[in-house]
């Protein structure tokens, strides 16, 4: 039982990760801006590092945690970074280098509503199966 809290709290403070990486993302491409710097996020990078804080929930956990981490960053990340860029929470760029935007509107999206509501649903179920393994 310990376990199984320890997992939904760890599960929540991946959420609150997830805002906290948008937050920041949203401050750099503003101070970027602020500066002249049209630069984008690196995306890519982030999202490495994202994983390699989401690889120890392998070992310290089980593997249906890890992989719940996820679907989860694209359903908080994406929401938080629009919100704190100051554009609509569901706003699909089309100008972005995000392999994840590229991808959602070659797939005929047109908001990240509905990606982010599926990407949640998913990792909810990856998660209460990481729960039942535990």
């Known amino acids: ?19 906290q990486i948008g937050k920041w993302n949203a401050a750099i491409v503003k101070k970027r801006k602020e500066k002249g710097n049209k630069k984008q996020i690196e ?3 982030w999202f490495l590092g994202y994983l390699i804080v989401c690889a120890p929930q392998y070992w310290l956990v089980n593997i249906w945690f890890a ?8 359903s908080i990340f994406a929401v938080a970074y629009n919100k704190y ?6 706003n699909l760029s089309l100008t972005t280098d995000a392999i994840t935007d590229q991808t959602l509107v070659k797939m005929g999206f ?4 509905w990606p982010c509501v599926i990407a949640e649903v ?13």
């Open 1 to 19: 039982m310990t376990y199984k809290i320890s997992a939904i709290l760890l599960f929540i403070l991946y959420h609150y990760l997830n805002i």
């Open 43 to 45: 995306h890519g990078w």
């Open 67 to 74: 992989l719940s981490l996820i679907p989860l960053h694209l």
């Open 85 to 90: 860029s100051g554009i609509s929470p569901f």
């Open 110 to 113: 047109t908001s990240l509503e």
């Open 122 to 134: 998913v990792a909810g179920v990856l998660f209460v199966i990481s729960l039942i393994s535990l």
